[in-house]
């Protein structure tokens, strides 16, 4: 009897799809029968036997996990737009950070910047202008606008910064900004990179009266990464200018006006 009770619990739930229902009660009835019908890993990225529509409560990640199809381990979540794994940290800094004019794509380099991981984040770092990333500093070594971390499955990941762009330009000169995310390898912004498949232009026009404002930017771009293997996102831009201007990142926080914000979350 037991056999047979199983074998329907089984393919009940192997019939609805791996991404969650939105029903509290399934989700109570899927906890209450994990000793019974689904075994439970330390970590399914480390089964390799297992067939299509097998189910398992995942212990590092806390919820249970299907097979799919395409062999790929999906997360039976109970919300369909929360994520199940999250990046949410700040980087702050005791002053504006100035922008130089630059024909290359260009790291934006800071000695001064610390990062602040806030309460629900999983673990990050700040990526460094060289060598291993830090917290909340790189410890001596100039900071990046970057944001390290190690993803805890392969998949796509979407990467987003929020700050803001300040222009102060005199009249009849004119001055043009160019960013975009890049993945690079966590300790080298010159290895292992991919540009995201964003780019934001900011600037101001050629006038004949000075123009003072500030832009709010939200950059996002997906990146394909590798469960495991620690990488860094990082702000990259190139600028081009003529004339009088200046150009900066808002992150003075000890005059109370903003942050960097970055967010890092798998898409399902």
Excluded at 16 to 44: C, E, G, W, Y
Excluded at 203 to 232: Q, R
Excluded at 238 to 257: C, E, H, Y
């Amino acid at each position: 009897m037991k056999s047979k009770l199983k074998c329907f619990i089984v393919l009940f739930f192997i019939s609805v799809p791996l991404m969650a229902s939105s029903n509290a009660r399934i989700s109570k009835a899927l906890h209450a029968v994990v000793d019974f019908i689904a075994p439970s890993f330390q970590n399914t990225d480390n089964i390799t036997n297992a067939g299509t529509g097998a189910i398992v409560y995942d212990q590092s990640r806390g919820n249970f996990r299907g097979l799919g199809g395409d062999g790929i381990w999906q997360d039976m979540s109970t919300s369909s737009t929360a994520p199940t794994w999250l990046i949410d940290a700040n980087i702050e800094a005791s002053g504006n950070i100035t922008l130089s004019d630059t024909g290359t794509d260009s790291q934006i380099i800071d000695s001064g910047l610390d990062m602040v991981q806030n309460a629900i984040s999983a673990t990050a770092e700040i990526a460094c202008a060289t060598g291993n990333p830090g917290f909340p500093d790189c410890g001596g070594t100039s900071e990046a606008i970057g944001v390290a971390f190690t993803p805890p499955t392969t998949g796509i990941f979407r990467a987003c910064l929020t700050y803001t762009h300040s222009i102060n330009a005199a009249s009849s000169d004119h001055t043009s900004t160019t960013f975009r995310l890049k993945k690079t390898a966590a300790n080298d912004s010159t290895s292992g990179v991919v540009s995201g498949n964003v780019d934001i232009r900011s600037g101001t026009s050629s006038a004949s009266y000075s123009s003072n404002h500030a832009t709010p930017i939200e950059l996002c771009s997906n990146f394909s990464l590798v469960g495991g293997t620690k990488v860094a996102v990082r702000l990259f831009y190139i600028q081009d200018s003529l004339g009088t201007f200046n150009n900066q990142l808002i992150a003075d926080v000890n005059g109370g006006i903003g942050n960097l914000h970055w967010t890092v979350y798998k898409l399902q």
